[in-house]
């Protein structure tokens, strides 16, 4: 079984930080990619950024030069660093990642519950 925790959402003014972070555990052989998506309200889920061994990092284009995803060699744990927050970045934050779990020749995607970030202005 494959478990992934989100942490670090909370409430900030326009304009603050905050840092996500997401941690994949359990029977893991390998993780590929681990990405970040949100769903506002009323809205669809969408890709905010995304890191890889293919692609590297990407990014929406409605927070390049604003949040930035990093993922350490080697551990099954990814951040999101989101500065300059606006309204619109109000939304419920999920971490994905394309997991191969022990014993499995496939890589299968894996979702943490969330975790609210609001933004006031």
């Known amino acids: 079984q494959v478990n992934l925790v989100e942490s670090g959402g909370g409430s900030v003014q326009s304009g603050g930080s905050l840092r996500l972070s997401c941690q994949a555990s359990?029977?893991?052989?390998?993780?590929?990619?681990m990405r970040w998506y949100r769903q506002g309200p009323g809205k669809q889920r969408e890709l905010v950024a995304g890191v890889s061994r293919s692609f590297g990092t990407q990014y929406a284009g409605a927070v390049k030069g604003r949040f930035t995803i990093s993922r350490e060699n080697g551990k099954n744990a990814v951040t999101l660093q989101m500065n300059n927050l606006k309204p619109e970045d109000t939304a419920v934050y999920l971490c994905?990642?394309?997991?191969?779990?022990?014993?499995?020749?496939?890589?299968?995607?894996?979702w943490g519950q969330g975790t609210q970030v609001t933004v006031s202005s």
């Open positions: 359990g029977r893991i052989f390998d993780v590929n990619a």
């Open positions: 994905e990642a394309d997991v191969r779990p022990s014993g499995s020749d496939y890589y299968n995607d894996y």
